[in-house]
């Protein structure tokens, strides 16, 4: 190591010591914002009679139109004349009493944004020369095109009155998902903001990124999306990742260096709020940290929570469905326990506190690398080991608790049973992707995961990898496929590096694109999940209709576009065949190539 000069040492000190101060200040601020942000809105948007009564009137067919309403009087004020209107209907209005007093009060949805063309935007992103197919080249034109449909902006009164609005007032023009979702979500911005880099719009991938930095300041940690209504939870951590993919398009150190305060804070957020010991080790889970149903879906969880009989129970069963919200996948069997221990069930059973997940895990082993990367870069070497330390200790944990020896895979672990939860879910290749586990190990997990993939027959479906393999109706479950898991799972299997899992990734790869065109020349959209079952084919189920934009469908296309355009061609079938290890799925995979022809495609 290099011995450091007087005035260097003086220098790192004081950098210490104002990095110190600074985190002081930033909590202070963080639970006065906290404290202010849950106090004015929370009666409107987040809880309370005034919701209660709008919700349960089902005045809208979506239940998210109402918390997605402007006020026209301030919160005190509207509260007012909800506590008037309610005694001068004796506390039992009519759904008509219902709809006028929202009428009287609340302005239309959305309309606290206005359409925004991003002003970085280039009309031939170098990604383009890369694709050769002519009709994948156009579709990346027209991707390209989507964002300028999907750039979002506040309006000014927006930042004056913020307290009118349910939105997360933030600085910077934003992409959205598209569809119903009109404001930004966390975990999908990772997906939009790559996207953004290979389409050139660095501007507006740092302007999200300082967006959410500037909510870590505020809040204390990223909600699930951009509304005080989502104020207790949060969702996949992956802004650390975010900032990464930005400072390796830009190499601009300083950005890394400058974002470590913020980057800390959420880990540390993360640590804090969802730890629990599993074989005594320190792993985490999702969890919300409010009460009462998503307000977002209030209806819909009163609902799910009548088979409960207390009100301790029906909060319980609310606190399960916020976190697995958290978990961005809402709704799973992934996150059922039964009597018996199984996911056989329906959203009753939803116990997602009680399971620790692979993914979470992965992550926050990813944050804690990435920021002791950051650290290196500044020359923190105190803070790199410290971090590097905090990174080998979660990777320690996730292969003593979930990796599974038995199933060649890493697997979720249920804390009520004491016991992995052997069932296919897309998030059990997640370490792959983050390099959660030991590199001396690659070629065993290789083998072993390449087994578990043919085991659990993956390579049958010609719309993608399903998320699980049981059909509830739920729409994070069997057949629907969704473009982030796909990214997780083929980057983590060419990131393994061995030959047969480069092969397979690259397989996969080609076909998701292929039929994510399919879908695309068929219906001129882009859907938020797709069909397994069907190449070419949108997903379904849950609680409302798949929604079109979309933005992180665009975002993984965009860069497997660039990624794989020199070598994909519509016409062509040899582009990536099947490895000898899958040739024994051929009868099936036979069947899938016709299900192709019917959709004129060959995948
Ligand atoms: O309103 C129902 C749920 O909608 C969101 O979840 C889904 O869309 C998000 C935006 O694309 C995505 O991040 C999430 O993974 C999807 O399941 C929302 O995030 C949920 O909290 C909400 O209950």
Redesign the pocket.
């Known amino acids: 190591m290099l011995s450091l000069g007087r005035s260097a040492q003086a220098k790192m000190l004081l950098a210490k010591t104002l990095r110190q101060w600074a985190h002081l200040r930033y909590n202070f601020c963080l639970a006065r914002a906290a404290r202010r942000l849950s106090n004015k809105y929370s009666q409107i948007y987040c809880y309370g009679p005034l919701l209660h009564t709008v919700q349960m009137a089902k005045l809208f067919p979506d239940?998210?139109t109402f918390v997605d309403m402007k006020l026209k009087a301030s919160p005190e004020k509207t509260m007012e004349l909800f506590e008037a209107f309610m005694a001068s209907t004796n506390n039992t209005p009519t759904n008509d009493q219902i709809r006028k007093f929202v009428d009287d009060n609340f302005g239309a949805k959305g309309t606290e944004l206005e359409v925004w063309t991003p002003t970085d935007w280039v009309e031939h992103p170098a990604f383009l020369d890369l694709v050769n197919d002519p009709d994948l080249k156009q579709w990346g034109v027209d991707l390209n095109n989507i964002w300028k449909e999907l750039g979002r902006k506040m309006k000014d009164d927006v930042h004056k009155n913020p307290e009118y609005y349910s939105i997360i007032p933030v600085p910077n023009p934003v992409i959205i998902?598209g569809g119903?979702?009109i404001e930004f979500?966390?975990?999908?911005s990772y997906w939009i903001i790559r996207g953004l880099l290979y389409s050139e719009m660095r501007d507006t991938a740092r302007g999200m990124i300082e967006n959410f930095m500037s909510i870590v300041q505020r809040i204390g940690f990223i909600p699930?999306?951009g509304r005080v209504y989502?104020w207790g939870?949060s969702?996949p951590p992956l802004l650390a990742g975010m900032v990464k993919s930005y400072v390796d398009f830009t190499k601009d150190d300083r950005f890394a260096i400058n974002a470590l305060d913020v980057l800390e804070h959420e880990f540390e957020y993360f640590i804090n709020n969802h730890s629990v010991q599993a074989k005594g080790y320190n792993l985490a889970v999702y969890r919300d940290s409010s009460k009462g149903p998503?307000p977002?879906?209030y209806s819909e969880d009163i609902e799910t929570a009548a088979t409960f009989n207390t009100d301790e129970d029906k909060e319980n069963h609310y606190s399960e469905l916020k976190s697995a919200?958290e978990s961005?996948?809402?709704f799973s069997s992934r996150w059922y326990i039964n009597e018996e221990g199984t996911n056989v069930g329906n959203l009753s059973v939803t116990k997602t506190r009680s399971i620790v997940p692979v993914d979470l895990n992965s992550i926050l082993y990813w944050n804690a690398k990435i920021i002791a990367e950051f650290h290196a870069k500044a020359g923190n070497v105190d803070k790199m080991t410290e971090y590097e330390t905090k990174a080998q200790k979660i990777k320690e944990a996730i292969q003593a608790v979930l990796w599974n020896e038995e199933a060649g895979c890493w697997l979720d672990y249920d804390l009520i049973n004491e016991k992995p939860r052997d069932y296919f879910v897309t998030s059990n290749l997640a370490p792959l992707w983050v390099k959660a586990y030991n590199i001396s190990d690659t070629d065993k997990i290789s083998a072993s995961v390449l087994n578990y993939i043919e085991k659990n027959k993956l390579d049958t479906f010609p719309g993608g990898i399903p998320n699980t393999l049981y059909q509830t109706g739920e729409?994070?479950d069997f057949p629907n496929v969704w473009a982030p898991l796909q990214y997780i799972i083929i980057e983590g299997l060419d990131n393994l590096g061995t030959p047969d899992a480069k092969q397979l990734s690259k397989r996969w790869g080609h076909r998701w694109v292929k039929s994510n065109f399919a879908a695309y020349r068929d219906s001129r959209a882009m859907f938020?999940k797709y069909d397994a079952e069907k190449f070419g084919g949108h997903g379904g189920g849950g609680?409302?209709g798949v929604?079109k934009g979309?933005?992180?469908t665009n975002g993984v296309i965009i860069e497997w576009l660039a990624k794989y355009g020199h070598e994909i061609s519509l016409s062509n079938t040899g582009a990536a065949g099947p490895s000898s290890r899958f040739l024994s799925l051929l009868g099936v995979t036979a069947v899938a190539l016709i299900g192709a022809f019917a959709g004129h495609l060959i995948w």
Request: proline share 3%; no cysteine; hydrophobic share 25%.
């Open positions: 239940s998210k998902p119903r979702f979500y966390y975990w999908d699930n999306g989502y939870r969702q998503r977002e879906s919200a961005g996948m809402d729409q994070w938020e609680e409302y929604q979309f933005g992180w």
